[in-house]
């Protein structure tokens, strides 16, 4: 997966695959719905973790630019893989304001949703 991203506040961000996708500001991204788990618990730090759709924290330079590369063996993109993303109801990238401790549950104390992205 391949992110380019403009217009995030600088620093460290959460960012995690979500079970829907569908990406409605109104309500913050809760459309997106929970972590995509894969039946795993949140975190690369956590016994029994991390999530399939866990991933590394993006640092977004003062200029709020995101590129990053993400190599992710968890999740599929055919609906008939394991953990597919491309499902009756879809997947979705979602940015979180804060950065993810990699073991708090179920998100790892990474804030609110402030971006979203469809998985296509």
Do not use: W
Not at 13 to 27: R, T
Not at 48 to 56: V, Y
Not at 67 to 94: C, H, M, Q, T, Y
């Amino acid at each position: 997966m391949i992110l380019e991203l403009t217009g995030i506040p600088a620093g460290s961000h959460g960012i995690h695959i979500h079970e829907k996708g569908i990406c409605d500001p109104v309500g913050g991204f809760a459309s997106a719905g929970v972590h995509y788990s894969g039946g795993m618990k949140h975190g690369v730090m956590t016994d029994g973790g991390p999530h399939a759709g866990d991933l590394p924290n993006v640092n977004a330079g003062p200029d709020g630019v995101v590129k990053a590369e993400f190599f992710i063996d968890g999740v599929s993109l055919d609906a008939a893989g394991k953990n597919p993303l491309r499902d009756s109801d879809g997947s979705a990238v979602v940015i979180h304001a804060e950065p993810d401790d990699y073991i708090s549950q179920p998100a790892g104390e990474s804030g609110k949703r402030i971006a979203c992205g469809v998985i296509q």
